[in-house]
């Protein structure tokens, strides 16, 4: 291993080899050096692990903390979206995510049961329904369209909003709230404004179901006497922020990448079989949720350097979903490729709550969407596409598509 590449100096950002690829200066550090001391923005050194082996190994091992401000306490970033030195607390109540056993492991116990293989699989019919009906509604369009407010934004949310019990009627407030909220820069005012109009709102919410539960997550965990309010309303942010945003992200970026990658879009057409593979691909491929900060809570061994006690770590799913010791060819995008193991959902106790909830979403949009507009393309060239390059979910803003005709 050759150890000729300098330090980072901040986060390589700049998507300088192609919209779906890592930044450059990511792939270099993985091959020099898979776990790298990296400068952060206000100056102290943290970490920055990029390796398959060192990232899996990493997220298995609690004594990296995920205890994280995310922002909207009261200790500002001296530079937003990135954290300081020191590990933030308290964490605001109900974000398990940003949590470590007991805590973590007390509020994701509550919710297992509503997202085990077996619920999702009873709802895929239904979730299959949904996509249709949207994509009736969007055959009814006269193209040139924008895929992400016409299908790939309603379908997560019509499902989550169905599962939480929340009413999609309401969506302006929390698809608008939850992208301000993923804006990389976003000042911290304007971040903690919209997290407060959403939390006001879910708060009146699971206060209203507390007092009479329905048929829903929300009211079930409302049920659960040792649940405070604002726990309630912590869980119900996480689950409707990550409910939404992420499979959206999937859905138009996946649809960006096979128009992109005509040969594979073609064999997925032919060959609807290999769709559970293909989205598998598309999750390595693509990684939209790339970046997550960790802690270290002691001196920890890793990948062969010694991370101190107290050293922010940054990892990048993306850089590892793309390491060629793990995955062959891992630039290629290929439908065929078995990529299970692709670490896009995380991995360890944090690993995606709603991943099988996710696939499902996929297979059926992705199923539907290809039989029903057989010759979908871009409707302007690829390099105008808005990349989502200022967010912390990756994806497009827009992606303005047409076709000629559709099908039944
Ligand atoms: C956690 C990715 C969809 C709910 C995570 C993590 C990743 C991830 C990487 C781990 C975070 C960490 O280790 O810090 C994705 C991707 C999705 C997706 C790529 C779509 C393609 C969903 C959906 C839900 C969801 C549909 C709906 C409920 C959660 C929750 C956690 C989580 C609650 C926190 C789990 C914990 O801390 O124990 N997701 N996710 N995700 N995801 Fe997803």
Redesign the pocket.
Known sequence: MTRTVPIPDGLPMERDAGPFDPPRQITLLREARPVSPMVFPDGHQGWLVTGYDAVRRL?ADTRFS?RQDIGILHIPYETPGMPAATEPSPQPPGM??AMDPPD?TRL?RKLTGA?TVKRMKQLEEHIIDIVERQLDELARLTPPVDLVREFALPV?SLV?CELLGVPYADRENFQANSAKFLVRDQKLEEKIAAYTELSTYLSELVTRKRAVPGEDILSDLARHDDLTIEELTGIAF??LL??HE??AN?LALGTFALLEHPEQLAELRADPDLLPDAVEEL?RYLS??DI?FRYATEDIELGGETIPEGSTVIVS?LAANRDPLRFDNPDTLDVHRKARGHL???H????????Q??RI??RAGFAGLLRRFPTLELAVPAGEVKLKTDMNIYGVHELPVTWTETAP
């Not at 360890?348 to 991943?355: D, F, M, R």
């Open positions: 997220m995920s398990f995510i973590h994701r997202f997560p989550i996480l689950l990550a409910g992420t499979t999937m999750l939209i949720a997550f799913l896009s959902f995380g360890g106790i944090h690993q995606c709550l709603g991943q909830l996710a979403e996929m």
